[in-house]
């Protein structure tokens, strides 16, 4: 993060506008600006003449923290003081270095705010922290906060859109927040404001209504990566990439290939246009190779797989593409010929670890069918494959070639066939977390099994194309568990079962921090806080709702804060400290009437 | 009086004139179900709910990434009008998404989705409710554990509401087999303390910290885990299978299936045709 150190700089660029007009230092900002330097800079000026420069400055200097604006590099730091992305780096080790709050006094963390959602349900969104400033997104809704107090700064709503699913989060470069709408918009806002700057139609809703978006956008150097949910419903999906300064396209990447492309082949002439494999979670980047790890969801129709005899590419699977062009590079496909809607969509997550031996570039996922994956993200080839339910009935085991050893007979039938997992899967979006310094992957994990049902039916414009569906078996209740998983041989190294219930609405995660803590929310409402290495819970606290979001840690002025979107607000701990009453030497003065005091 | 008084008077007259009539007349907004409880319109509705619904909800609307819809409460108690904006509308913020269907599509769904909602006070179920009554309360063989509007124990599920809760289907193998279906909240369940104590009752509430227990002699226990050396949950039912005839078994089932806090007509207003809706 570019800081300003010398408030001369940090004048002459005006606080407002940093980012927008050329550094005279030449850094970066979000990408080439245009014209609108000019007519900021206009503005800039008038300012200068029309006030002393040195009121001015020492107007500035009282009112706003120092600012600062999000460099490309900072998103490659692990998170520490700042949360930057979805995952708060772009690994998506949601790991933490901040280590204030340890295993040794987590039990004194306590509420430190909340904020209330207006409208909400249940929030997807991990908060966005940059600088003290905390970014919430909601349906078609984006809230910046004081991180420190949980007050509001702005609020921006896309009221046009014509969708409304949920939304996960914001990304931030430069001095830009991005976020999408329900309908399939890019936008991007003023960091300070939340005025909008551009608004990028790309989903193709007005030709599809199924497709919408709920995914965090990832920004990256100069770029904006995005993708679509719709899978379910008739879609080509695709990833896509937008210049950060003026939301032009700059490539797309189909997950499903088209006729000539390598792959078109394993859809048995299914038409591509209604094949699903939709990206509707945020991807991963590894800048030494310069490549985005994107996951892809099922194939369509879900439950129905004669009508797509192959291995239908590159639905469940993640694909290695090249940033600058959207190549793909290499791929990997979990399940292929899927007919359990096992959408890749966990997070793929990029470690740099002492493998087998080797110093290796690792891509692990623990994937909705079952099995949890080491790859080697340079090329795509299985290191390691493992099972991590115990409930698991579709494949014996993963072979040397990286396909699954299938167990014949389990696809779904009219009458409905068990298998495990259930549709919810293994894992699902909800993020995992991986700690450099346990080598343990946590994961919440469900150990169930459904009831799956098929049948034919021909795609109609408008409606879903799911070929039936899948349901719980009344009498076998699932059960969520948080798992710690050693990255070297997928063994599960402690676990926390969480109660039994006939309800799977929650979709909690974690967050793991250099504290030797692993925080995490449960089916029950909890967030929970546990030692990173046994397993052990050492603090929880009721948020009365149900969780459907995964927790993220910052810290403004040295002090270390865990939050979490519960259903409909976002709860903010730090450790107890005592108040301290305001000095009775403040006066709040109104400029024109009298002062009152009391009533 | 000046000009201007006088014109705010009228103009405050007129309001107040126009709120009384307002409140005199609430605006009639019925929505009804042109299907209601057809059959052939559930099937319809059933083809349709297999297009889109049942990838969430489960093909018999038993949940699975979405919600469960079939025998439970809150759908039991929407109203028709409000299913249909469900479905019309999708839930904001929600993975649940809005439909394009045309109205009679949404209708037809409606009529599905009730279809497993089944209340035994609308099936006419037959029996003599008076000796079913009586079998009830006699000998506190029922009535035991089961209260009915204040009469009755704890231990066992409230049934002063089953017949709207409950389809005769349900209610008759509730009473067969006990141990088919148990109620959230009357699971048995046995704790012990670190210091030894044993407790078994019923588990009210259980979280992954604290649980709660009634036991048999109705008495709460608000318990930490953290104090508790054992839990052992139980599929089982407390509640032991009656040993009835067929014609008693017939009348306890005609008793139960008219209990409802509603009147058939009052529940049919509000659900079916509309007239107020889910908060």
């Given amino acids: 993060m570019k800081k300003t150190s010398s408030y001369g700089v940090w004048f002459s660029r005006t606080v407002w506008i940093k980012g927008l007009l050329p550094s005279p230092q030449g850094g970066r900002g979000a990408g080439g600006e245009g014209d609108r330097h000019a007519v900021v800079g206009c503005l800039a000026l008038r300012i200068q003449q029309t006030c002393s420069a040195s009121t001015f400055g020492l107007l500035l200097l009282l009112v706003l923290p120092l600012q600062a604006e999000v460099a490309f590099h900072d998103l490659l730091k692990m998170p520490a003081e700042n949360w930057l992305s979805y995952s708060g780096d772009l690994t998506a080790r949601r790991h933490s270095l901040l280590k204030q709050v340890n295993t040794a006094n987590v039990g004194n963390l306590v509420p430190a705010w909340v904020y209330h959602v207006k409208d909400s349900k249940r929030l997807q969104v991990t908060p966005v922290v940059a600088d003290g400033v905390m970014y919430v997104s909601h349906t078609n809704e984006v809230y910046a906060l004081d991180a420190r107090t949980g007050r509001q700064i702005w609020h921006y709503k896309y009221v046009q859109a014509k969708r409304h699913d949920g939304n996960r989060g914001v990304a931030v470069l430069g001095e830009r927040v991005f976020f999408v709408s329900s309908d399939a918009h890019l936008l991007a806002l003023h960091a300070k404001t939340g005025a909008l700057l551009w608004d990028k139609e790309y989903g193709g809703y007005e030709q599809n209504s199924q497709i919408s978006a709920t995914l965090a956008p990832l920004a990256i150097d100069g770029k904006v990566i995005v993708g679509v949910t719709g899978g379910d419903c008739g879609m080509r999906g695709f990833v896509d990439a937008y210049d950060a300064a003026t939301g032009k396209q700059l490539w797309r990447f189909y997950t499903i290939p088209g006729p000539g492309e390598p792959g078109f082949e394993s859809w048995g002439g299914h038409p591509i246009g209604i094949s699903g494999g939709g990206t509707w979670m945020t991807g991963t980047y590894d800048a030494s190779q310069n490549l985005l790890f994107w996951t892809v969801g099922n194939p369509g129709p879900d439950f129905y797989g004669e009508s797509r005899p192959g291995d239908n590419l590159y639905s469940d699977s993640v694909v290695a593409l090249d940033a600058n062009t959207g190549k793909l590079k290499w791929h990997y496909q979990f399940t292929p010929h899927d007919t359990h809607d096992w959408d890749a969509q966990e997070f793929p997550v990029l470690i740099d670890s002492i493998f087998q031996g080797k110093p290796r570039k690792l891509l692990v996922q623990a994937n909705r069918n079952g099995f949890f994956y080491v790859l080697d993200r340079t090329d795509g080839k299985v290191l390691l494959a493992k099972p991590f339910v115990k409930k698991m009935t579709w494949a014996r085991g993963i072979l040397p070639n990286g396909r699954p050893d299938v167990i014949p007979d389990m696809d779904p039938t009219p009458a409905g066939r068990i298998a495990c997992p259930g549709i919810k899967g293994a894992s699902n979006w909800f993020s995992p977390s991986y700690n450099p310094e346990t080598g343990l992957f946590y994961v919440i994990t469900i150990e169930q099994c459904d009831i799956y049902t098929t049948s034919a039916r021909p795609y109609k414009k408008g409606e879903c194309y799911d070929g039936t569906g899948a349901e719980a078996i009344p009498t076998e209740p699932g059960q969520f568990f948080l798992r710690a998983i050693d990255i070297q041989n997928g063994d599960i190294r402690w676990e926390i079962p969480m109660v039994v219930k006939d309800t799977m609405d929650p979709w909690p995660g974690t967050v793991s921090t250099a504290g030797g803590l692993v925080f995490f929310g449960d089916n029950e409402g909890y967030l929970s806080a546990a030692d990173a290495r046994t397993g052990k819970v050492l603090w929880h606290f009721n948020t009365g709702q149900l969780i459907t979001a995964s927790p993220m840690t910052y810290s403004v002025n040295g002090k270390q804060y865990v939050a979490l979107a519960s259903a409909t607000d976002v709860f903010c701990f730090g450790l107890f400290e005592p108040m301290s009453p305001a000095p009775v030497t403040l006066k709040e003065n109104y400029e024109g009437s009298e002062a009152k005091q009391g009533n | ?279």
């Fill in chain 2, 1 to 279: 009086m000046q000009i201007k008084d006088w014109i705010a008077f009228c103009l405050f007259t007129a309001l107040l004139v126009a709120s009384l009539v307002a409140q005199d007349k609430p605006p009639e907004k019925k929505i009804t179900n042109p299907f209601g409880k057809d059959n052939a319109a559930a099937e319809a509705g059933r083809a349709q709910f297999n297009s889109g619904c049942a990838v969430c909800h489960g093909p018999t609307g038993q949940g699975g990434r979405g919600s469960r819809l079939a025998d439970i409460e809150r759908v039991q108690k929407m109203a028709d009008a409000r299913m249909f904006e469900v479905i019309r509308e999708g839930v904001a913020g929600t993975q649940m998404p809005p439909s394009s269907l045309s109205d009679n599509q949404i209708w037809h769904m409606v009529s599905f989705i009730r279809s497993l909602n089944l209340s035994a006070v609308e099936q006419d179920v037959p029996g003599d409710s008076s000796a079913g009554e009586t079998l009830f309360f006699a000998g506190g063989q029922c009535s035991g554990c089961h209260m009915i509007r204040g009469r009755g124990g704890l231990i066992g599920p409230d049934l002063s509401n089953v017949g709207a809760r409950r389809s005769a289907d349900k209610l008759r193998k509730s009473i067969e087999t006990p141990d088919a279906f148990v109620e959230p909240g009357y699971a048995k369940v046995e704790v012990v303390t670190h210091a030894g104590e044993r407790i078994s009752g019923v588990t009210k509430n259980n979280s992954n910290y604290s649980i709660q227990v009634l036991d048999a002699q109705e008495k709460f226990h608000f318990l930490l885990k953290k104090d508790l050396k054992s839990i052992t949950h139980y599929k089982r039912s407390l509640m032991p299978t009656p040993s009835l005839s067929e014609a008693d078994r017939q009348n306890l089932l005609a008793y139960l299936s008219r209990q409802s806090l509603e009147t058939p007509a009052e529940r049919a207003r509000r659900i079916e045709h509309g007239k107020e809706t889910e908060p």
